[in-house]
Structure formats: structure tokens, C-alpha cells
């Protein structure tokens, strides 16, 4: 909450008057440096405006504006530690202070302890229950803990209040697409662009691509993803997004043109490298795509790099090295009903089939259901083509 700076007035105190002209002058005093630490801090002069808290304290012990200005300073400095050390001090002498609650909580969540958080905004709530910066911050922190229910109704409690708040709508795109409900993730993104169409955020295009690519409407996800492009034509997001969308389009040509954008700009990217060599190898360049694969084991070991290698054995007819390839991939991710379809169909083109049944047979023993295999295996049960 560094944009909220509590207020000293001398003004604040009625009884003034029945205090020394020593006390008064240390009020003002006070009041002054108070002034000064907000400013200091609100401009980012972070260390002058610590050394103005800490004259404050050694005027009054455990004075609140110092203390939670002291908080304020180190949350600015990422040292939430410390700055919750503050916090809890000004809340041991000020109980319910507004501004401690506010720091602690929004400390802890940096610190990813969400329900800490959570316990200390409900605190406020009970106070102001139509605060809507507390309302989305409590929403935001049961979405982290994957509490969909509670979260969703704080956000639609905050639309009640403010009908296109962009926190809750975000939150609410965030929410739904967390939880694989990408139509509804859709419709909320959709309406923040609807708000926002000249000054869109990218991230907000970006989004909307992303549902339509968990939607598998890959053309409506292109549009977006290209527009995003148009803003920032190095944008990650965007140009992973286009890359995906044109291999779910099976557009292998047009895919590795992104995921190669992406390696000019971070070229030992090990999981765009082995995207990479898919698309060379679905496009049949095999070479290429091997020299691809290369690189990303040259980088550390990649399970789909491994397969990508196998799988080109594969297509050049070299059953028995692809065999064995796919025999100790099994060994590392032993539920991986696509390492079984491929092993069963090397075995199947070294007419053994048996063999490839008993694959198939062995991946039931995981636990594992998969549609795939179970047509393959009943298929070569029954005698059928493949």
C-alpha cells in the first residue's frame, strides 16, 4: 500500500491544550518529520526518509506514523522481513491500525504466505467491508491458494460494487483460466478488452489468445497473438502463442518461423529448441530437426529432445535404434502413453506384433487410462488395420 500515507495533524488532538509547551513543540516537531519521511518516501528517497522515522523515534518510542513509515521503507526495498518486524510493533501499540494491517498483509503476500495475508485483510474487512482495493487483494490471495469458491465470490462482490473494476475482471479472466474453465477465462478478458480497445494492454490480447489456444480455436487465437505482436514485436507471450496456434494448425512452416524469433532472442531456450525440432520434424527436415534436438541436450537432459531423436530413427526406418531410445525414455516417465504407442508401432513395423501388444498390455499396469492406446491395442487384438 506504498500510495496510501497516513496524515499527522496537530489538529487531530482536542486536549492540546492541557499539554506543556515542551509536548506541544515535540507534537509539531513530529507532525513535521512525519510530513517530511511521507514525501521523502513517496519520491523514492527511501534512506532520508528512514533517517526522518527514526528522528521521530527519538522523540516518541513506538510513535505509529514512524513506525509504519519505517514498514513502508523496507517493503519499498523488497526487505519484507523487516518491514513486517515494523508492522507488527506499530500494531502491538496501535492495535488496528489501518496502515500497519494494510503493509503486514500485503508483506506476507510477497512472501507467498497467502492465508497470513488472508487472516489480516479479513481483519479490515470486519471494519470496512466495502473496501474495494481489500475485497480484490483477499480475492487475489484465495485464488493463489486455489480456493476458486471464495474467490470467485469476492471478485463478483467487487463487480456488484464497481461493474467493469479491471482488478476483478482480471482476476476473474486469472481465476477461471487457473482452473481450466478457458470460455469463462474468455468472456472476462473479452469484456476488459471491450473497456479498453485504444489503450489496450498486451497482456490482455495475450490472454485472449491464450483461451482460444486452450480452446483449440487456433485461427481466432492468430488474430490476437498478431496484435500483440503489433505492440511489441519481442513480446514472449506472443510469439509463443503464434508458434502454437500454427502448429495446432498444423501449419509446421509457419510455427518454426516463431519459434525461431524466440531463439534470437533467448537462444539456449531448451523447451523452444525441442519445439523447434517437432516442427522441422513434421515437416520432414530431418536434419535439421536433429540438430535442433542437439542443442537442447547440449543444454541439459530433455525427455522430448530424446523423443523427438527417436522418433526421426523412427521415420528413417530404423526401428531397432527408435526401439531402444523409447525402451529408457519408458524408464524416466514410465505414464506416458505416447512413449507406448510409439514403441508398439516399431514393433509392429518389424512384424512382431505380439510384442506390440504386450507394450500396450504393460501400460494399463500404470494406472493410466488413455483412449489412444486402448483403440490401438484392441485393434491388434482383433486383427483390424491399423
Known amino acids: 500500500m506504498s500510495d496510501y500515507f497516513p496524515e499527522f495533524n496537530v489538529e487531530d488532538f482536542p486536549n492540546m491544550g492541557n499539554i506543556s509547551s515542551e509536548q506541544k513543540e515535540q507534537m509539531e516537531q513530529i507532525s513535521e518529520l512525519s510530513k517530511k519521511g511521507y514525501l521523502l518516501l513517496k519520491d523514492n528517497n ?40 515494523y508492522y507488527s510493533r506499530c500494531l502491538s501499540f ?176 531448451k523447451v523452444i529448441l525441442t519445439r523447434a525440432g517437432d516442427a522441422y520434424r513434421n515437416t520432414g527436415d530431418y536434419a535439421l530437426a536433429t540438430q535442433y534436438y542437439n542443442k537442447a541436450l547440449n543444454i541439459e537432459f530433455d525427455l522430448y529432445a530424446v523423443l523427438g531423436l527417436a522418433l526421426i530413427s523412427k521415420g528413417e526406418g530404423r526401428y531397432e535404434e527408435a526401439i531402444s531410445s523409447l525402451s529408457r525414455l519408458l524408464q524416466a516417465d514410465p505414464k506416458n502413453y505416447r512413449l507406448y504407442i510409439d514403441l508398439a508401432d516399431c514393433y509392429i513395423k518389424l512384424n512382431q506384433k505380439q510384442k506390440a501388444i504386450d507394450i500396450l498390455q504393460e501400460f494399463h499396469k500404470t494406472g493410466v487410462r488413455s483412449q489412444a492406446v486402448n483403440e490401438m491395442l484392441e485393434k491388434l487384438q482383433s486383427n483390424s488395420p491399423l
Not at 518510542?61 to 521503507?73: E, R
Not at 487475489?140 to 486455489?146: E, G, V, W
Not at 509463443?240 to 532472442?265: P, T
Open 46 to 85: 527511501i534512506e532520508d526518509a528512514k533517517d526522518a522515522f527514526f528522528q521521530i523515534l527519538a522523540i516518541e518510542d513506538n510513535n505509529n506514523y514512524a513506525l509504519v513509515g519505517l514498514g513502508d521503507s523496507e517493503r519499498k526495498q523488497n526487505n519484507f522481513k523487516e518491514a513486517i518486524e
Open 94 to 269: 496501535h492495535p488496528g491500525n489501518n496502515y500497519a494491517l494494510f503493509g503486514l498483509a500485503d508483506c506476507y503476500k510477497a512472501l507467498n504466505q497467502f492465508h497470513k495475508a488472508i487472516k489480516i485483510w479479513e481483519q479490515y474487512l470486519v471494519h470496512d467491508d466495502r473496501n474495494i482495493t481489500v475485497l480484490t487483494r483477499v480475492a487475489d490471495a484465495y485464488r493463489k491458494i486455489r480456493d476458486f469458491k471464495k474467490s470467485k465470490q469476492l471478485y463478483l462482490r467487487v463487480l456488484d460494487m464497481e461493474e467493469n473494476n479491471a482488478y476483478a475482471l482480471i482476476g476473474l479472466g486469472h481465476l477461471h483460466y487457473d482452473f481450466k474453465e478457458y470460455r469463462d477465462a474468455l468472456y472476462y478478458w473479452t469484456r476488459m478488452l471491450d473497456l479498453n480497445e485504444i489503450a489496450v494492454d498486451i497482456r490482455v490480447l495475450t490472454s485472449i489468445g491464450n483461451c482460444h489456444r486452450k480452446l483449440k480455436t487456433f485461427e481466432k487465437g492468430v488474430i490476437y497473438f498478431e496484435r500483440a505482436l503489433e505492440m511489441d514485436s519481442k513480446n514472449f507471450y506472443a510469439l509463443f502463442g503464434l508458434a502454437d496456434c500454427y502448429r495446432g494448425m498444423n501449419q509446421q512452416y509457419r510455427s518454426v518461423e516463431y519459434w525461431n524469433k524466440i531463439l534470437e532472442l533467448d537462444p539456449n531456450n
